[in-house]
């Protein structure tokens, strides 16, 4: 018989980091278990699928239509992902969990989707995510993170939560934060427990045409490119922008829109196009943790600028990226009191002159101990689950 096998991937639609990451572990998924159907279930809560949609018709200066054109590039990549069009639309949980233990034979959770908070962009605790009750089918987490966790909701769903991870068989913790939070609440001494790479460390982009794509919406490639991933502080953001259009360079905002790039570009790359455009990038500025992640694996300087500015630094999922690639040099809290951006931009010109002799050389070797961990890993989790 062939094993059926699905991920269960969060918000991966309308995210560049989130869809290499599914894509990724799919990938992983079907070349270590030959012959089965994997593929990825496209579910949101109402909550998240509400909030996404109405997105969509926010107006913005210079690309007015942004996101809705967004939307519309992300509905034509979707069949790169071998999504299942099995799954029941409008279903409670609980008939959800029936239908995956009756028709499949694992069940993979992974990303962002362990999060215990209030906010819009992230279902509630205890949300489908968690696999909360009973299947007949193992339970695996690959990559989650629940980094962005009030601590106050964790205290008051402890048992909840302890109870949802003993009936995991395997947890690969993306990040040390969660890794710490499932040995302190999981009480089950049994299964496999580790903490593990994203699993965007197996992508290896590809020539997806992006110099071409870049040439032809008028970037001259011939001047040094900065690229931008950064949302929510226009003052900020100016002044990077500034700093680096007076000394000749294009600014490109490939994600977020962002009004003082001299290009915005999150509405017309594909995901792979966005994989493929950190490689032609002088230097990146970033508070996306895949973003960061990219200009890693692309070997280019960068600076990570950290997103949730009030989150204490032991629950940082870019943070603990940076540490274990010895780049803490590389993060910023524009939220600190002794934030400056003159004291920023200083780094990065610093950065630039260093990076080829002092940094790139130790990254390029931490990358492939990073994919020999996902091997072992695999290997241990197919003894684990008997697949």
Not at 31 to 54: C, M, Q
Not at 153 to 164: F, M, P, S, T, V
Not at 199 to 205: G, Q, R, S
Request: with cysteine; proline share 5%; aromatic share 14%.
């Amino acid at each position: 018989m062939i094993p059926k096998i699905r991920i269960l991937s969060y918000h991966y639609i309308q995210n560049n980091g989130a869809f290499l990451f599914a894509y990724a572990l799919q990938e992983l998924l079907k070349n270590e278990f030959p012959g089965a159907e994997v593929k990825i279930i496209d579910y949101k809560s109402i909550r998240l699928a509400t909030f996404e949609y109405f997105k969509r018709f926010k107006l913005l200066p210079g690309v007015p239509l942004f996101y809705y054109k967004r939307a519309r590039m992300w509905q034509g990549v979707q069949n790169k992902l071998d999504l299942d069009a099995s799954l029941p639309r409008f279903s409670d949980q609980a008939g959800l969990l029936d239908y995956f233990s009756e028709r499949y034979d694992g069940l993979v959770v992974g990303m962002d989707v362990w999060c215990v908070l209030n906010s819009p962009d992230r279902p509630p605790f205890p949300n489908l995510y968690w696999l909360p009750g009973e299947m007949d089918i193992p339970k695996i987490a690959y990559g989650v993170s629940a980094y962005n966790s009030d601590a106050d909701l964790i205290h008051r769903y402890a048992d909840q939560i302890g109870e949802y991870l003993d009936d995991f068989e395997v947890i690969g913790a993306r990040d040390r934060f969660t890794y710490d939070l499932v040995i302190e609440q999981r009480s089950r001494t049994d299964g496999l427990v580790e903490r593990i790479p994203d699993p965007v460390f197996l992508y290896e982009p590809a020539d997806a045409g992006a110099a071409a794509k870049l040439a032809s919406l008028g970037v001259d490639l011939n001047r040094p490119l900065i690229g931008l991933l950064l949302y929510g502080d226009d003052e900020l953001s100016q002044k990077i922008c500034t700093h680096y259009q007076v000394k000749g360079y294009q600014v490109l905002a490939i994600s977020m829109y962002n009004r003082f790039a001299d290009f915005n570009l999150g509405h017309l790359l594909t995901p792979f196009e966005w994989a493929d455009v950190f490689r032609y990038l002088s230097f990146c500025f970033s508070d996306r943790f895949h973003g960061a992640l990219m200009c890693i694996k692309s070997g280019i300087p960068f600076i990570s600028l950290e997103k949730e500015r009030q989150l204490p630094i032991s629950q940082s999922k870019i943070y603990d990226l940076l540490t274990d690639f010895n780049l803490t040099t590389c993060y910023l809290n524009p939220g600190e009191d002794d934030f400056e951006v003159d004291k920023l931009l200083g780094l990065t010109d610093e950065l630039e002159k260093s990076w080829e002799e002092s940094f790139k050389p130790s990254i390029l070797r931490e990358i492939e101990s990073k994919k020999d961990l996902h091997k072992e890993f695999i290997q241990k989790m197919k003894v684990q689950i008997g697949l």
